[in-house]
């Protein structure tokens, strides 16, 4: 008996602690670590020829047979390194882990969803994986596959010393919707001297200050080696900028002009701190001048010739930066919701400029007229909405809408909303309304702006947007930008590419569909040519007078054929300067 109960006693005496079972231990908070390391190319000590990738996770885990890793083959019309790369070595806290590579398709996911649709390369593992997990490969620091075509520049650039990619081209990340601490950083001892490493967060190495989810990280920019950057050093908040290569401009104040245009949206729009925001400026030559809206930063170009046109690449500047502080829809999702956001971009990337004092009214007019003269000569002006994703990549006339008919769309929503409030409403109210609905955790959809319109407007600004949105013609009214314009008509011809526009969308771009008596015909294009390079559309559309030139392979031989890329006259509204008009009065 006493034997018995001694135990029992001294138990009773015993801490706490020691009786309870040990608690599982929690799991580490999911994160990343991502290095670069640029490596000078053999031949050439000023030159960037290939870029080790290091990435570290902690807190994922994936079972025997179960993918790892993914990356989409293609990302908005640009390979990945998926294919490309080499040198791969996974280790975790066992040891090597060997991996066999399966293509697999995914669902396909909207434009600001964690993980993009499509074909994609999957990265399986051979055993469950335990404890940290350390992957490494190399990719080329210059895009080695042929371009596809017009889009967002992704992919690697070695340009000028320098090198620079998107996340969504190189980053291989788990599936699923974890949302990790992210830290970016460089190694540069094996970069051309002088080297510095800059990427969405800020210079050098930084760790975000918020968690970011697989579209955040994919959508980060970096760039490296001998570039340029404004102010410099960079600060740890607000705005910053880099450039890569040697524009025809003067880079740093271009960037200051930015960083001024930053601060006043980042007033109009009511925040008071400003997270650290980079503009990236590199070469570009398929469809130079153009950008893209990514995580705290965007990217745009310049090129050669009118490729360097200042007063383009600042209103691009300030269109994409918009897009950091505007309202988007959440549903319908992708590209069918684009005139929204992109409509409101092209509306304000101008007005907001002029309001501020930063263009003058006829650089404010030149931006008008510019979307104005490319959508009421487009022969696509009245296609519905809903064929806007099917047929973006693929005609150049699509792709433009989203940005012409709905900045048009919008000048005569504000112009209503002006004019029914007698100048107290515009505008500006339902995007903030639209706004602080996104704030308040709402996925907003095209009900919450007919809400709006109702609201403000009445029923009649329902069936007009509903109009609108089936490929109704908006018309402003001759005072809708302004007391100092009015609308007129003038002549001007419809762009005409000459041949099915989908040839330049195809690896392999072979004419057919040549339209008789185009002046691509005229000019000898024949059916069965090969062209040979990309070929910029989106610019060279708003522009009268720009000919294009086309480098086609015809029996073994590659000959130019340049026409001007233009068809019948139609009226065209356009803007103009009232005389006597003064600028202090202009703006709205």
Not at 108 to 115: H, K, L, P, S
Not at 187 to 197: E, F, I, M, N
Not at 353 to 365: A, E, I, K, N, S
Not at 491 to 516: I, N, Q
Request: hydrophobic share 40%.
């Amino acid at each position: 008996m006493t034997g018995l109960v001694i135990p029992m006693l001294a138990a009773a005496f015993l801490p706490a602690t020691v009786l309870a079972a040990s608690p599982e231990p929690s799991p580490p908070e999911p994160s990343i670590d991502v290095t670069l390391t640029p490596i000078v190319a053999p031949r050439d000590p000023a030159a960037i020829g290939t870029v080790r990738v290091t990435l570290r996770f902690d807190g994922i885990a994936a079972k025997r047979g179960e993918p790892l890793l993914l990356l989409p083959l293609v990302a908005s019309n640009v390979d990945t390194v998926a294919t490309v790369l080499s040198g791969m070595a996974v280790r975790d806290g066992r040891g090597a882990l060997h991996l066999s590579v399966r293509d697999v398709t995914l669902p396909e996911a909207g434009m600001r969803d964690a993980v993009a649709g499509g074909p994609s390369r999957a990265w399986i593992a051979d055993r469950a994986t335990s404890g940290p997990v350390t992957v490494t490969y190399t990719v080329p620091a210059e895009a080695t596959l042929p371009p596809r075509g017009p889009a967002p520049p992704f992919s690697f650039s070695a340009d000028g010393g320098g090198v620079s990619a998107a996340g969504h081209v190189f980053l291989l990340l788990p599936p699923g919707d974890l949302r990790y601490r992210a830290t970016y950083g460089w190694d540069l001892s094996r970069a051309p001297s002088g080297s510095r490493g800059v990427s969405s967060l800020g210079e050098g190495r930084v760790t975000a200050a918020e968690p970011l989810d697989g579209a955040q990280l994919r959508m980060s920019f970096f760039m490296g080696g001998r570039i340029g950057t404004w102010p410099s050093p960079v600060p740890a908040r607000g705005f910053f900028g880099a450039w890569q290569g040697v524009p025809a401009f003067d880079a740093a104040e271009l960037l200051g002009w930015t960083g001024t245009l930053y601060d006043h949206y980042a007033r109009f729009f009511g925040q008071r701190q400003s997270a650290p925001y980079g503009v990236f400026l590199r070469y570009n030559p398929v469809n130079a001048g153009g950008g893209v809206g990514l995580y705290h930063a965007f990217v745009t170009t310049f090129g050669k010739g009118r490729g360097s046109d200042v007063g383009r690449i600042r209103i691009t500047l300030a269109h994409e930066m918009f897009h950091t502080f505007q309202p988007f829809l959440s549903q319908p999702g992708g590209l069918e919701s684009s005139w929204f956001g992109e409509g409101l971009a092209t509306f304000y990337q101008a007005r907001l400029p002029f309001r501020f004092g930063m263009l003058t009214p006829d650089d404010y007019l030149a931006d008008i007229n510019w979307t104005a003269a490319r959508y009421y000569t487009s022969s696509m002006a009245r296609v519905p909405n809903s064929v806007v994703p099917a047929r973006f990549w693929a005609d150049t006339r699509v792709r433009t809408l989203p940005y012409d008919r709905g900045m048009l769309y919008f000048a005569t929503v504000d112009d209503a909303l002006r004019k029914a409030s007698a100048g107290e409403t515009s505008l500006d109210d339902l995007v903030m309304a639209m706004l602080a609905l996104e704030h308040q955790g709402k996925a907003t959809t095209d009900a919450d702006w007919e809400m709006l319109l109702r609201q403000h407007l009445g029923e009649q600004a329902v069936t007009d947007f509903r109009a609108f949105l089936e490929g109704t013609m908006p018309v402003p009214a001759s005072d809708a930008f302004g007391p100092c314009f009015r609308r007129v008509a003038k002549p001007l011809r419809r762009y005409e590419l000459g041949f099915l526009t989908d040839v330049l969308s195809e690896p392999r771009r072979v004419v057919r569909g040549l339209a008789p008596g185009s002046a691509a015909v005229l000019a000898g294009l024949r059916d069965g040519d090969e062209i040979v390079d990309p070929v910029p559309q989106d610019g060279i559309q708003g522009e009268q007078d720009q000919l294009l030139t086309l480098r086609v392979r015809r029996d073994g031989r590659v000959i130019p054929i340049t026409y001007l890329p233009r068809g019948e006259t139609v009226d065209a509204w356009q803007w103009e300067r009232i005389p006597g008009a003064q600028a202090p009065t202009c703006a709205l």
